[in-house]
């Protein structure tokens, strides 16, 4: 008797499962799947580190199948271990110098991702998969957008840091950077994108738009305003004015000394801008920032080198007085009136390292020297131990 029709198909299916060639699992794919299983494993850190090699070792293959994944639809922990893992192909291929056959679906992906979620770890991760993508010559325009909307919405400044540095490299995007920075009223954003336009072509409005951010209460958004148009080779009256409400707010060393340079950068050598330095130099605790305000005064031209020697005149502090007369430049040792200033601090402190500095700046011009200590010594408002101070540095000079 036949066989049903049933057991028939189902004899031959088996005969053709037993001829089929079989067809062996991707290994990208087993690689990829077996680091995404490994990761959250933190217990078994041998096996995460094992399944972590076996990915590296699949190098650029690897990438195809972590961008099909990071394209479905996920959620915040899945696309941070997925972006996590092409982090580390990307920056493997870095150290290697060898490049990756980037799919193309990689950066729609990325941009979707980006725009879905509020993840600062996700995003981190985004960011710095973007600027390694831009570092294999990857264009990375398409994603600006997206960067540009993390940029505003995050404090985080190791965040904004990496996303600054991702969107500076798509110069293509230039006409939405613009676009942003006109849009937005948020002068901390405002001045990062200020930062991000540094050294690229301006156009009129975008000028106008970074003119208006200096005027900004925002010190940081002015400073990167105020560098990005004198980068430019744009001068503008408010440079200095927005430098000089960075001298008064400076709260630190290094903020009062960007601030002196920034001054020194606008000088316009008024009187406005000496008293300026004046009250800076009462704040100043270091040579470096006593330096660099006695370097504008000396670049103002009479007003600075008449505030600079009336400081030195009248400074009670050792320390302050010996900075100021190391760091003098040429023109003001040259000045005429120079020398009777470091007299005059010679006779009233008794100071080693100042009267050191003194001897130094007097044996550059002895004769006139010799004029100036005979003035002092002719006065009658020295005590004993200046008078001998002053003999002493007389017998001293040649000539």
């Not at 996303?163 to 948020?186: E, G, N, Y």
């Not at 744009?234 to 001298?247: C, E, H, K, M």
């Amino acid at each position: 008797m036949p066989a049903p029709p049933c057991f028939r198909a189902l004899a031959l299916a088996g005969c053709l499962a037993l001829a089929a060639p079989s067809i062996a699992a991707d290994p990208a794919e087993e690689a990829v799947a077996a680091a995404l299983a490994a990761l959250p494993q933190t217990d078994a850190p041998e096996q995460r580190d094992a399944a972590l090699r076996t990915l590296l070792l699949q190098g650029g293959q690897a990438v195809p199948e972590l961008t099909r994944r990071l394209a479905a639809p996920g959620d915040d922990a899945e696309r941070q271990q997925i972006t996590y893992l092409l982090g580390l192909l990307y920056a493997q291929a870095r150290v290697k110098a060898a490049s990756i056959d980037t799919p193309p679906e990689l950066i729609p992906a990325m941009a979707t991702a980006l725009d879905a979620t509020e993840s600062l770890r996700l995003r981190a991760n985004l960011a710095n998969l973007a600027g390694s993508l831009a570092r294999q010559g990857v264009d990375t325009t398409a994603l600006v957008p997206s960067l540009l909307t993390v940029l505003a919405h995050t404090g985080n400044p190791g965040l904004r840091a990496t996303t600054s540095a991702v969107i500076s490299t798509a110069p293509a995007a230039l006409p939405v950077i613009h676009a942003a920075l006109r849009q937005s009223t948020d002068d901390r954003f405002r001045g990062d994108v200020a930062r991000i336009l540094r050294g690229t072509p301006l156009p009129d409005d975008v000028v106008a738009d970074l003119r208006t951010l200096v005027a900004s209460d925002r010190p940081e958004a002015r400073q990167a305003a105020a560098r990005t148009l004198k980068d430019a080779g744009i001068r503008d009256p408010q440079l200095l004015d927005a430098a000089l409400r960075d001298l008064a707010a400076a709260r630190t060393d290094m903020e009062l000394l960007f601030a002196v340079i920034a001054v020194r950068e606008n000088n316009d050598g008024s009187a406005r801008t000496a008293t300026a330095l004046h009250e800076a130099m009462d704040t100043a605790r270091r040579i470096e920032e006593r330096r660099e305000i006695a370097v504008a005064w000396a670049e103002m031209g009479e007003v600075g080198r008449t505030t600079l020697l009336d400081y030195l005149a009248q400074t009670q502090n050792a320390q302050v007085a010996a900075d100021l007369a190391m760091t003098l430049t040429s023109d003001m040792r040259d000045d005429p009136r120079t020398l009777g200033v470091l007299v005059g601090l010679m006779a009233r402190m008794d100071d080693e390292r100042l009267n050191r500095l003194v001897e130094i700046r007097l044996f550059e011009h002895p004769a006139r020297a010799r004029a100036a200590i005979d003035a002092a010594l002719a006065a009658n408002d020295l005590d004993a131990a200046a008078r001998e101070r002053l003999t002493g540095m007389l017998r001293a000079l040649p000539g």
